[in-house]
């Protein structure tokens, strides 16, 4: 399944990228760095993390395409790739057909910072081995033709440029820190808009003790005209049952769910991490009351839930219907649609919030709890 192999080798790309911009000191120092005064404007420095983002967003959009030209215009991304840099020039940030002209090409965005531009371009172009058996054994048809796809190059971008390495977790859930920064990437079906393929990359899994780099985790899903195949096992449903959520999460949804899971409220940063969390079992939903996440963060999440048996619904939509009576399974969330009235990056926005889950068989009670609270 070339496809699958393609968005994970991506992934993988992009992982290395992301551990680059935190361990080189060339780059971490513009990652952290805020401008003050008269250099505020200096774009290129003070959103250095934006042009992290872009810069994956690119290699992804790049090395897909190149491979699959059926995809061309047809990935989809969170960042513009259009920068200013200090001499007021308008910039495209793309991948070039060589090494030396990417970083030519950097070093322009980043007011002739070689050293830094170096380096990225060097990650850009390099070739990321990959052995897999079990991703190698995939046999599913799947035509490029039909899909499309959406990036979120980092999720958690204040986690990646502020968090942590040494966050302890809780009740296995990392509540902040670098464990929470992935790489989000998922393919649809162009026509229904159902999740098809996701990829969840965790380029910040492990610190090796001796040399301090950080070493990767990637996690698959397929699900495809009733094949479902992942490379994790299904967590069971477990007894006493948690939920994770935002810590900007309403009070009303947490007064609302703590009968259900009693003190296994947990707290994450992230919308990706949190979805991982569930994908893992160390959850068994996470609930968001707001329309703050975005197709391109739960594409991905999504068709790897999918896989597992589970999914991901319309909170606001999924109410209403339990509300009326209607008990059954509430639609899953879709890709190919923006939001009508909306503009910008709102009109893919996930406006009714969400809840994701891995056993279809705990939605009910989840949405009994919050049917019932005032004010949702």
């Known amino acids: 399944m070339a496809l699958l192999r393609a968005l994970v080798c991506a992934s993988e790309k992009a992982a290395c990228i992301a551990q680059l911009c935190r361990q080189e000191d060339a780059l971490f120092q513009l990652l952290v760095e805020e401008k003050t005064g008269a250099d505020k404007n200096k774009r290129f420095v003070q959103d250095f993390k934006t042009l992290a983002d872009v810069l994956i967003q690119e290699v992804i959009k790049h090395d897909v395409g190149a491979e699959f030209p059926a995809l061309q215009g047809h990935i989809f991304g969170e960042e513009s790739n259009k920068f200013e840099n200090g001499l007021g020039e308008t910039l495209v940030v793309q991948v070039c057909g060589t090494e030396c002209d990417t970083a030519a090409l950097l070093a322009r965005v980043l007011d002739h910072?070689?050293?830094?531009?170096?380096?990225?371009?060097?990650?850009?172009?390099?070739?990321?081995p990959l052995e897999d058996p079990a991703l190698a054994a995939v046999a599913v048809a799947v035509s490029p033709e039909s899909m499309a796809i959406w990036i979120d190059p980092i999720d958690s971008t204040n986690q990646y440029i502020r968090g942590r390495g040494d966050v302890a977790p809780v009740g296995g859930i990392y509540p902040s820190g670098l464990r929470s920064a992935l790489v989000l990437i998922g393919a649809y079906d162009r026509h229904s808009g159902e999740p098809v393929l996701g990829v969840i990359n965790e380029p910040f899994y492990r610190q090796d003790?001796?040399?301090?780099?950080w070493q990767g985790k990637y996690h698959w899903g397929v699900s495809y005209q009733g094949t479902r195949l992942c490379s994790l096992p299904c967590p069971p449903l477990r007894p006493?049952?948690?939920?994770?959520?935002?810590?900007?999460?309403?009070?009303?949804?947490?007064?609302a769910l703590a009968p259900l899971y009693g003190g296994r409220l947990r707290f994450a940063s992230g919308a990706g991490y949190k979805m991982l969390c569930v994908i893992l079992g160390l959850a068994e939903a996470y609930v968001l009351s707001e329309g703050s996440t975005f197709k391109w963060d739960s594409c991905g999440p999504h068709a790897v839930l999918r896989a597992l048996g589970g999914g991901m619904v319309d909170l606001g939509a999924a109410l209403?219907?339990?509300?009326?009576?209607?008990?059954?399974?509430?639609?899953?969330?879709?890709?190919?649609r923006a939001a009508g009235g909306a503009a910008g990056a709102e009109r893919w926005a996930n406006h009714g919030g969400l809840v994701a889950f891995t056993h279809p068989e705990h939605l009910p009670a989840v949405l009994y709890a919050l049917a019932a609270a005032p004010g949702l």
């Open 113 to 128: 910072n070689q050293a830094a531009a170096d380096l990225l371009a060097a990650a850009v172009h390099q070739e990321v």
């Open 320 to 336: 209403a219907g339990w509300r009326a009576g209607r008990h059954g399974p509430p639609p899953q969330l879709t890709y190919h």
């Open 240 to 255: 006493d049952p948690a939920a994770v959520l935002s810590g900007s999460e309403k009070p009303e949804v947490q007064q």
């Open 209 to 213: 003790p001796l040399t301090h780099r």
